[in-house]
């Protein structure tokens, strides 16, 4: 069986101005109806799928010549790649040289003419030269004998041998275009075109100038345009108005779901029962942490419909699972993969450098709106341009978003991120405020034997022998329940998963597992800020300890020597007091300056601009000072020294030092 091509994305409708132009001129042709069913319809069926006419536009033609019932079951297999008929073989011993040519002037106007011409201006076409295979700019203007004439400006070395239009209602994105070009300076085609989509016209002019194929660069854009609309107007563009990346994307103005290339069908109840047994046999290997297991699959439940949630208006954190290393993170973040498609290690299931770019993480997320799986994502949170970046994804449409042109458009961000990662997240709080993190602890590690038999039961590393595809049928319910009721987007991301849990096993006529009621809590910004403070204590404890090492001390002879400190048997309050204070007033630590108070005789430490400074340096820290004294809970003001002022953190001396050494109890140093 020959390839069914009137799939491929190629296919176009043509234009009813087009289509009237065929009509009419098969209408004059001097054949009855039956020698057009016969001998010439078939053939022109043929001829117009091989110019990549859709099979409407076929269907519309015939139709208006003939009973198209007559001729349905040709068509079809012809559509259908089952027959392939020598069309203009066929038509040209049939019909005679002058209808062969007007026919194929209608059907192939730019291969039989060998030009096609837009207007750019009264006096100015862009010409499309597809004997040349050159684009030119006509200038018309009055010679000095008073007559017409023309001048043509080489414009860009090749000519479009396909264009298609991306031009969807759903995405929130500019028109973009994808173009096969052929030239004479170039052995091969080469295609201008964007990540998974089509490129904006200052993208590809651009690449034709960088390329080489423009003699005059600074024309090349606006005749790009004439070009591009030419070609529409012609009848000689495929207009795509769908989406081709897999997905479920929302339609805010009819409030609908549209599905891409996904199965949606309501699941049997054998195949739901299935689904039931194997997620029942996963809650048996995580008795003790049920609710971690709840909350991944709920997560990667949802995560499908995360940007069209976007799209109506909402969003849903990203899911990042850390903590102790053989703890089953990654191979949970697997499991839940299955809801919706199957891990595979090239495309969903991959490590951080396959991510850790502007570039490489935007081709990633503009796949598809499957949900991705990015193991030991370091380099990724490291990097300031991708940190930026996923706090973006997480709530736009767009990966990135740029000026193209007039308009505004950029890399669309379809797929959520699963991260699993021994490390934990950057310290700051937006991205936290963008992430669902979920922290594994030391006695969720597994033995060699545990790993093996789990594996050996589900097969998660053999995806395709895994009895956990299973999972795909709660995928399909919950994509048929959230088509038929687009609304459950508006809500809490939680509660819809809730909801389309308990409609899963309510279907089945059964109650839901407790287990799968509950959500494992995400760590809070609160949590955040006493990892913070407590990184901050020890930076300080660390540069006392070294500054101790630095201390001058002299023998009785008056000889001075450096040497450390020892504090083995410091350890009352006056002792740790005394040590410390003789660091600060010696000015030892450049970011500490001493400050004694006139009136009270109170000792304060007062922390300047370098403590921000030297944070940065050794933590991954980048507050401000006021924002360090105010998660501390120390005063930022005013200090004068001397005859100068400046703003620092002032605290009280015993008050530092109770930070520094929580287990010490201290009293008021003056």
Same mark, same amino acid.
């Given at each position: ?36 069913? &016969? ?114 400006? $080489? ?46 016209? $200052? ?41 081709? &990346? ?37 809650? @048996? ?68 450098? %396959? ?87 030391? &006695? ?114 008056? &000889? ?21 204070? %003789? ?28 403590? @921000? ?58």
């Amino acid at each position: 069986m020959l390839n069914n091509a009137s799939n491929d994305e190629s296919y176009r409708g043509l234009s009813e101005k087009r289509i009237e132009l065929i009509i009419d001129t098969l209408s004059n042709f001097p054949y009855n109806e039956k020698q057009f069913t &016969n001998h010439i319809l078939p053939y022109i069926a043929q001829w117009l799928y091989d110019n990549y006419v859709n099979k409407e536009s076929t269907c519309v033609i015939i139709s208006t010549i003939t009973n198209i019932n007559r001729l349905q079951d040709e068509v079809d297999n012809i559509y259908e790649g089952i027959v392939c008929l020598s069309a203009k073989t066929n038509l040209q011993n049939y019909l005679t040289k002058e209808e062969f040519k007007k026919l194929e002037d209608v059907i192939e106007p730019r291969r039989r003419n060998g030009t096609l011409t837009g207007e750019l201006d009264d006096n100015v076409n862009i010409v499309i030269n597809y004997k040349m295979k050159k684009i030119f700019k006509e200038t018309s203007y009055v010679n000095r004998k008073g007559e017409k004439d023309s001048k043509f400006t $080489p414009l860009i070395e090749a000519v479009p041998e396909k264009l298609i239009v991306y031009d969807s209602p759903l995405l929130e994105q500019p028109r973009s275009f994808k173009i096969v070009w052929t030239s004479n300076v170039s052995s091969r085609n080469f295609i201008t075109a964007g990540e998974n989509t089509g490129a904006t016209i $200052p993208e590809i002019s651009t690449y034709i100038v960088n390329a080489g194929f423009s003699h005059n660069p600074r024309l090349v854009e606006g005749g790009l345009s004439c070009v591009i609309n030419t070609l529409i107007e012609s009848g000689n563009a495929i207009i795509k108005t769908d989406i081709d &990346n897999p997905g479920f994307y929302y339609d805010p103005t009819n409030d609908k779901i549209t599905p891409v290339k996904k199965v949606v069908t309501v699941p049997s109840q054998e195949e739901l029962a299935k689904c039931a047994k194997w997620l029942h046999e996963l809650s @048996r290997y995580y008795e003790e942490h049920l609710s971690t297991l709840a909350t991944v699959l709920k997560w990667c439940l949802m995560s499908e419909f995360s940007y069209a949630k976007k799209q109506a208006g909402d969003n849903m954190p990203w899911l990042y699972l850390k903590g102790t290393s053989k703890a089953g993170k990654t191979t949970l973040g697997r499991i839940g993969l299955f809801i919706h498609t199957i891990p595979n290690t090239d495309e969903n299931d991959i490590g951080g450098t %396959s991510v850790d770019t502007v570039a490489r993480l935007g081709v990633k997320v503009s796949k598809s709106c499957d949900p991705i799986l990015v193991n030991e994502p370091a380099s990724v949170f490291n990097r300031k341009s991708t940190k930026e970046m996923i706090k973006v994804c997480v709530e736009s449409t767009l990966a990135r978003s740029k000026y193209m042109g007039a308009s505004y458009g950029g890399i669309p961000a379809f797929a959520p991120i699963l991260f699993t990662a021994n490390m934990y997240v950057p310290e700051d709080d937006a991205i936290i405020n963008r992430l669902h993190v979920i922290s594994f602890s030391y &006695n969720q590690r597994k033995s060699e034997f545990e790993k093996k038999e789990f594996e050996n039961k589900f097969h998660v590393k053999s995806p395709h022998i895994s009895p956990l595809q299973n999972l795909k049928y709660l995928g399909q319910f919950a994509a048929s329940e959230i088509i038929a009721e687009p609304g459950l987007l508006l809500d809490d991301w939680k509660e819809t998963a809730d909801k389309i849990i308990a409609r899963f096993y309510k279907y089945m006529g059964v109650d839901v597992p407790e287990w799968l009621t509950l959500w494992e809590e995400s760590e809070s910004i609160g949590d955040l800020d006493d990892s913070q403070r407590e990184d901050i204590r020890n930076f300080f404890v660390s540069e006392f300890n070294n500054a101790r090492k630095k201390v001058n001390t002299y023998d009785t002879y008056g &000889n001075r020597t450096q040497s450390t400190l020892d504090i083995d048997d410091v350890t009352t309050s006056e002792d740790f007091t005394d040590l410390n204070w %003789s660091i600060v007033n010696n000015r030892m630590l450049t970011w500490a300056i001493p400050f004694t108070s006139g009136r009270s005789g109170h000792k304060y430490i007062c922390l300047t601009q370098g403590l @921000r400074k030297a944070l940065g340096e050794r933590l991954d820290f980048c507050s401000d000072l006021k924002s360090i004294g105010e998660l501390l809970g120390w005063e930022y003001k005013n200090t004068r020294f001397g005859k100068s002022t400046m703003k620092v953190i002032k605290i009280r001396f015993d008050e530092f030092m109770e930070f520094l050494y929580p287990n010490v109890e201290f009293e008021d140093v003056i």
